[in-house]
């Protein structure tokens, strides 16, 4: 699989799940195992594209596929918008649920880039922080909604705003297998 | 926010980002099982699948034989060790691994140590364990009937499931206070058992050097140094010999203030081995087996007079303690806190008393952000005083507001002996009402009873006792509550503070740089905060209880103190001035009278390591360690209101509003205090309305994962509405109080009293939590679910 856009081959128990891999296989300890039932989210990575709980996805089934995790979320010393907004407006608190909150996030900001209140809190509604409320998430998932916006602004002046947020359909795709 | 406008200090309170959040984002943050070593052997614990029932045999000869198990450990095995019972902070025992009997299902019976994570959990399964089932004892209520199946014959003379009695107040007075009274209103009331599931579950690698002698343990731990000492007691390995290190933790919420099994098993299992042990529990594991919260069942009465005059107030209760009793609370109190359960009115009298019992359930007790046990005292007397104004006709805001104690009684000793220290108590209601609107909701409420609908107005008034505490008082397992801090002024200036608590969540590494900052007149980018590792920072009893700010904060303002007069020497011998010629202004000493003569911190701790001829009293540099026993706790308090629509026909019920406004003393980082009071709010909300740990008859936990024991989401939570007041603590150095717990301990009984509001018209008195659909819509059929125990 290819994982941050690094490819690896390894052969793998058939239980091996995709979170023991990246965390024990691969040394990605940014991604967490707080559940084991889907419930929690703290392990939640991109595979192709959408977010999954990787406590129930095999590793096996991640073969030939992309995963993406919190550490490939800042570039070049340049946190992610969205890693701003966390710091920015106390998006976290113990910093456990942090990583898969921030991918969701991320995941909700490329689909719909200017979220209501609503779908942000939809988005995230599979997931559990136990310290913050959700308020200061939501607010963080919102600064970097305007930053980005605002970001398009000035790149591309004159080019309009960016397209009406969509309806339902908000929350991520993959609960995981 | 007095001392923050304060010129003669560095300016730097305020909301301030956190330091912490650099390696949090980028998910480099190091969690217990982020922790590798060399060599690293895994720890799983086989754990029992019954409630209560004798041990007759344990045959671990296949799971030795598994080829990847390099261990196995039993009870017999740590029996032999004289390891197989350790102390609980409760001057009880609880059994490490099972010996005799099991009594609650998930209790630890064996522990075996593998070369990976998977295969450890497998050789579980070929342990073969032979038990004989027993009776059990669920129902905290038949825990001392006499029939009832004794739980712990271990302890020697125990003929019953007996744990304690203790009251408190003047049963005497309170006695005539009720019989003067005009109206008395009584109400039973269970606080159900909650468990703080923080979201990372417990864990710990052990490594024993075997050639130094060396433990270190890294473990989820909220109490670093108080674990090595207990490791010292328990294991007699030499306290100099042993090191804890409580890294980043995924929450705490006093989960991970005891002592657990599986920490002793990882240090057994490294020394058996000669190789590092790691052992993390999964989800099921914390939930059925660590501490958990609350279940009291209690029985209040109040008593007044017909014009609304509260005049005293009575409780009962029965505190369910599980298998074994390990509530985590100073030593001399066995019912924690609870009897500051006057709350926040001016009573002439009161009493409580409180019997603990065990039960075939998981121990625990006091955990969740209850200020040890706070939470339930808050409940009882915020149910009452709505219970009260239901019965005299009374708007409930109206009648606290009639009964607050005033700005001009403080310091007030109450009825049970807690001495508040400040407050303003109207202030806090009336800045919550006007938040709230609260007028235009009681009249939209009406218009709504006039159509069907069914909303509810809840409110509450919390007063805590924060910040454990004066040693006179206060221990856990004999050593006294105070924190030690040690601060070091590098020759350039740069400032290393060594705390003895350490963070959770809580931001100490911003927080307490603010701190010394602010004295100093540094900023907090310049001071380096150290904690959670025994070797590096002094003694202390760890965060919990909200002891953080009343306790190591103050320490961290004290020594920052005597660093700023031993400055003071120094810079009068730059200045060729005398010590007392000099004041502290903006940031720096300066000649008193001539403000252009003067030195900041970082110019003075560059002479004191030079050559220049230092006074008498300066040894040379300008380091300083103090230990800060608190005088008395800190009293935060708050007013609280929830606004809430209940569906009658499904009992759902959607929380609308939330207003909490919090009065914690001066705020050092007012964007941390207000995360903390977030995050408590959505625990109170979770509590209130959904979370519950819950059993069946034969003991089976039936909350034992994140399917069972539900958790509130973005979607329950709404967007809290904040407010403050601050009336500074008059014996905290800078006037802080503790915030951590508050919104824990202030928000459930708003939730329900709010329901109970919504509902009153359908003649609903009273309901218990969880509040879930289910639970709403039976009390409403006149049959209230236990939240305790399942029938059948």
Request: hydrophobic residues 40%.
């Amino acid at each position: 699989m290819t994982v941050n856009g690094v490819s690896h081959t390894r052969d793998v128990e058939a239980r091996l799940l995709l979170i023991h891999f990246l965390r024990d296989d691969l040394g990605l300890t940014g991604s967490h195992w707080g559940c084991d039932t889907s419930n929690c989210g703290a392990c939640v990575v991109w595979l192709d594209e959408t977010p999954v709980k990787s406590c129930t996805v095999l590793a096996a089934m991640a073969d030939g596929r992309r995963v993406r995790t919190v550490e490939d979320l800042a570039h070049g010393g340049r946190l992610d918008p969205v890693q701003q907004g966390f710091a920015e407006c106390h998006g976290l608190q113990c910093g456990f649920c942090t990583p898969g909150m921030m991918m969701t996030a991320r995941w909700l900001l490329d689909h719909h880039p200017d979220p209501s209140t609503e779908q942000i809190r939809e988005a995230l509604s599979g997931q559990l922080c136990r310290c913050t409320g959700y308020e200061n998430i939501v607010r963080s998932v919102r600064w970097a909604s305007e930053y980005e916006a605002s970001e398009r602004g000035t790149g591309r002046r004159g080019a309009g705003q960016p397209g009406p947020a969509a309806g339902a359909g908000a929350r991520p795709a993959g609960e995981g297998g | 926010m007095s001392a923050a406008a304060d010129p003669a200090h560095g300016g730097a309170y305020g909301p301030v980002r956190r330091k912490e959040d650099a390696r949090f984002l980028r998910g480099q943050g190091t969690f217990v099982d982020d922790i590798r070593r060399p060599g690293m052997l895994h720890g799983a614990i086989l754990r029992s699948p019954l409630a209560h029932a004798r041990i007759l045999s344990v045959d671990t000869a296949a799971a030795l034989a598994h080829p990847r198990v390099r261990a196995v450990i039993t009870g017999e095995m740590l029996q032999q060790r004289k390891l197989a019972w350790m102390p609980t902070l409760s001057h009880d025992v609880q059994a490490v691994l099972a010996t005799d009997k099991v009594r609650f299902q998930g209790q630890e019976v064996a522990f075996v140590v593998a070369e990976d994570r998977y295969s450890a959990r497998d050789a579980l399964e070929l342990i073969g364990v032979e038990y004989e089932p027993l009776p059990v004892v669920v129902d905290a209520t038949r825990a001392l009937d006499p029939a009832a199946p004794v739980i712990r014959d271990d302890v020697a003379g125990q003929r019953d499931n007996h744990i304690f009695d203790w009251s408190a107040g003047d049963r005497a007075a309170t006695d005539a206070a009720f019989a003067a009274a005009d109206v008395v209103v009584t109400q039973d009331m269970l606080y159900p058992r909650s468990h703080p599931a923080p979201l990372e579950t417990c864990g710990a690698v052990a490594e024993m050097d075997p050639v130094t002698g060396k433990l270190t343990v890294w473990a989820t731990t909220q109490a670093p140094h108080a674990h090595r000492t207990l490791y010292a007691l328990v294991a007699g390995l030499p306290e100099h010999k042993i090191r804890i290190v409580s890294p980043d933790i995924g929450g705490g919420f006093g989960n991970k203030v005891p002592m657990y099994p599986g920490y002793l098993c990882a240090v057994v299992g490294s020394i058996m081995t000669g190789q590092p042990v790691k052992w993390v529990e999964d989800r099921s594991e914390n939930l059925m087996s660590t501490a958990f919260a609350r279940d009291y069942h209690m029985h209040g009465e109040i008593a007044a007079t017909r014009d609304g005059r509260i005049l005293a107030l009575r409780a009962r209760v029965l505190a369910d303690h599980g298998a074994f009793n390990g509530s985590a609370q100073p030593s001399k109190y066995p019912a924690g806190f609870f009897h500051i359960f006057t709350g926040s009115y001016d009573l002439q009298a009161a009493y409580c008393e409180v019997t603990g019992v065990y039960t075939n359930k998981a121990p625990g007790g006091v955990a969740y952000s209850c200020s040890f046990r706070i939470a339930e005292g808050v409940y009882l007397v915020e149910r009452m005083v709505d219970l009260l104004a239901a019965e005299l006709g009374q708007d409930p805001a109206d009648l606290r507001m009639a009964n607050l104690l005033r700005p001009e009684q403080f310091p007030y000793t109450c009825p049970t002996g807690w001495e508040y220290d400040s407050g303003d108590y109207p202030r806090a209601l009336h800045v919550a009402m006007d938040l709230a609107g609260y007028p235009e909701l009681r009249r939209e409420q009406a218009e709504k009873r006039a159509r069907g609908e069914y909303m509810g107005i809840g409110l509450s008034f919390f007063t805590e006792g924060v910040g454990a505490g004066p040693r006179k008082d206060m221990d856990i397992l004999g050593l006294g509550m105070a924190d030690g801090a040690d601060l070091r002024i590098y020759p350039t200036g740069a400032a290393v503070l060594s705390i003895s608590c350490q963070t959770q969540g809580q931001g100490h590494e911003t927080t307490f740089a603010q701190i010394v900052a602010h004295e100093l007149g540094l900023s907090p980018d310049d001071v380096e905060v150290v904690h959670g590792d025994t070797d590096r920072t002094p003694f202390g009893l760890g965060t919990y209880g909200s002891r953080s700010t009343p306790v190591s904060g103050a320490a961290a303002v004290v020594v920052a103190r005597k660093v700023r007069e031993r400055a003071r020497v120094v810079a009068a011998a730059m200045l060729e001035a005398a010590p007392e010629d000099l004041e502290w202004a903006r940031g720096r000493w300066q000649v008193r009278g001539d403000p252009e003569q003067g030195r900041t911190i970082a110019e003075i701790a560059m002479a004191a390591h030079s050559s220049l001829e230092l006074p008498d009293g300066v040894e040379g540099h300008l380091d300083a360690e103090t230990v800060y026993n608190p005088p008395n706790l800190t009293y935060p308090y708050g007013a609280y209101i929830c606004v809430v629509d209940v569906d009658p026909g499904t009992g759902a019920v959607a929380l609308r509003r939330f207003i909490a406004v919090d009065d914690c003393g001066v705020r050092i980082n007012p964007m941390i205090v207000e995360g903390q009071v977030h995050g408590g709010l959505a625990d109170g909300v979770g509590m209130a309305l959904m979370q519950v740990i819950t059993y069946d008859q034969d003991g089976n936990c039936l909350g034992g994962s994140f399917m069972d024991y539900l958790l509130p989401t973005s979607l329950e939570c709404p967007s809290w509405e904040l407010g403050e007041t601050v009336t500074p603590c008059p014996h905290h150095p800078i006037g802080a109080k503790g915030v951590g717990e508050s919104a824990t301990v202030g928000s459930p009984v708003a939730v329900v009293n709010a329901v109970v509001d919504a509902l009153r018209p359908l003649g609903l008195r009273h309901a218990d939590m969880p509040l879930t659909p289910a639970n709403v819509w039976s009390a409403l059929q006149g049959r209230p679910v236990r939240a305790d125990v399942v029938s059948g």
